[in-house]
């Protein structure tokens, strides 16, 4: 059984999700961010960049346990281990991790620093980066949609985990905090089909939902 440590973010629930498509049996234990429990020593023996999410797979490599941070490492591992939501063919394979490398290096932290700046920021004092992000996530949205209108999936024809890591920051942005409006949501159909179709999924609508507290997974 898979040690799943995550909070209620879009970076926790890529894993989440992930694990629920995949079926593999896994317990979560909740890692309260705003309460600081990513500072703990326990959990940076796990995490030693004191962010969610993190694993322990007892079965990892040889048999041996193997503990992974850094959610894009964490969706590849789970990927290959089981064979599904990356391809093996090459072209196919690299494509796919292209996309995914996109939402580390892109979506991740432009929607992360908006969402910062949006809630934390003195009044007054953020209207610069703000207006910064802003651009910037109306950029990221435009390469989205100009992806999205020539395959169904990011990676190509078929869902895989560049679609797994994507869509839970697309919902947070334009769902909890209410950006649709803001990024011009109307002006992406072919984002707006993705999203919903990702969310309509069974297996997405219960890693939405973890952690609730600790669970673990049948």
Do not use: C
């Not at 909070?7 to 309260?32: C, F, Q």
């Not at 309509?200 to 507290?213: C, E, F, N, S, T």
């Amino acid at each position: 059984m898979v040690d799943l440590y995550t909070w209620t973010t879009p970076n926790g629930r890529k894993v989440s999700i992930m694990l629920e498509e995949l079926g593999l049996p896994y317990a979560a234990h909740a890692i309260d961010i705003s309460k600081g429990e990513q500072h703990k020593p326990e959990f940076l023996k796990i995490s030693p960049n004191n962010r969610i999410p993190a694993i322990v797979d007892p079965d990892g490599p040889g048999g041996k346990p193997i503990s992974l941070f850094e959610s894009g490492a964490i969706l590849i591992y789970l990927a290959e281990k089981t064979g599904r939501f990356l391809s093996k063919e090459p072209v196919q394979k690299y494509k796919t991790l292209e996309w995914l490398m996109w939402q580390v290096g892109g979506v991740g932290p432009m929607f992360g620093q908006w969402t910062h700046f949006k809630l934390f920021a003195p009044k007054g004092s953020g209207d610069y980066s703000m207006g910064r992000y802003t651009s910037e996530i109306k950029r990221l949205y435009e390469v989205l949609e100009t992806r999205l209108g020539k395959v169904p999936y990011l990676g190509g024809q078929d869902y895989s985990v560049a679609d797994i890591a994507t869509f839970p920051w697309v919902r947070n942005l334009i769902g909890f905090y209410g950006a649709g409006e803001l990024v011009g949501i109307a002006d992406f159909p072919n984002v707006t089909r993705a999203l919903d179709a990702f969310v309509a999924r069974p297996a997405v609508a219960r890693g939405l939902l973890i952690p609730a507290k600790d669970t673990v997974s049948p």
